[in-house]
């Protein structure tokens, strides 16, 4: 069945031709989605090429098992990208990691992803296990609230909305709905910035918590340092500040030797990444797919692994 909503794939040439295919090499899209990168990564890979691809949204990995039944040389996992160590040491020539939220995601009411439209709060990435959105509100106390959604969202009104979020189920019982959490967030936030929904700062905070996502993230950058090949690629797609804070980081610091400053006569750490690269969407893309504006794509080269 085919989804009933389009996802246009981001960066999508730009984030292919950096991984610098080779074509019988072993390539890792961490994030299949909709399968956008997958497909062009297999279009340029030989007959003994192989591609791996990991994702937890059931209907994303029901596309690439279809996927998979076509092409031999592509295999899908059930499981989110922190599980990338399992492929095993120097395994790959490039690892893709495109961190947005799909745009089936988004505009299908029943995920709960957006405030748009009326659906169940859920925004789990993974419907078959862990806790929906709702489930957790119903017991959240209200300094964890406030905690979650200042550290996820960046929201300056976060105890305000914790605070209305708990008056509301006191008066009314759980929240359900992602119209019933955007009416309370509204409520609460007295000033945002044009053309912003009050509701944007705390469903972003409240999706990225409950499936875990910065933390994940980090897991997986770590782990693609063992799973890369010497000259291999790491791209990373990120959508918002906390994303890209971590990839810029995470690649900026292992670009450079490390020295102990408590062992000062010691050898440093060599570093493992070279050539830290910054690419934004054209202007054409970004009006094709305003969807697009807000990405950062950040690619970093595997160094020579010292004897």
Partial sequence: MQDAWVHHTVLLNEAVDALAIRPEGHYVDATFGRGGHSR???QRLSAQGRLTAFDKDPQAVAAATALAAQDARFTIRH???????ELGPASADGILMDLGVSSPQIDDPA?????RNDGPLDMRMDTTRGQSVAQWLETADISTLSEVIREYGEERFAQPIAKAI???????GPLRTTAELAEVVAGAVKTREPGKDPATRTFQALRIFINAELEELQQALEASLGVLRPGGRLVVISFHSLEDRIVKQFMAGHSREVYDRRAPFAAPTPMK???PKRVMPSDAEVQANPRSRSAVMRWAERTEVPA
């Fill in 166 to 172: 708990d008056r509301r189920r006191q008066e009314r």
């Fill in 79 to 85: 499981e989110g990208f922190c599980h990338l160590a």
């Fill in 40 to 42: 062009l990564i297999l």
């Fill in 111 to 115: 995920r709960g992803f957006s405030f």
């Fill in 273 to 275: 990444l070279r050539s």
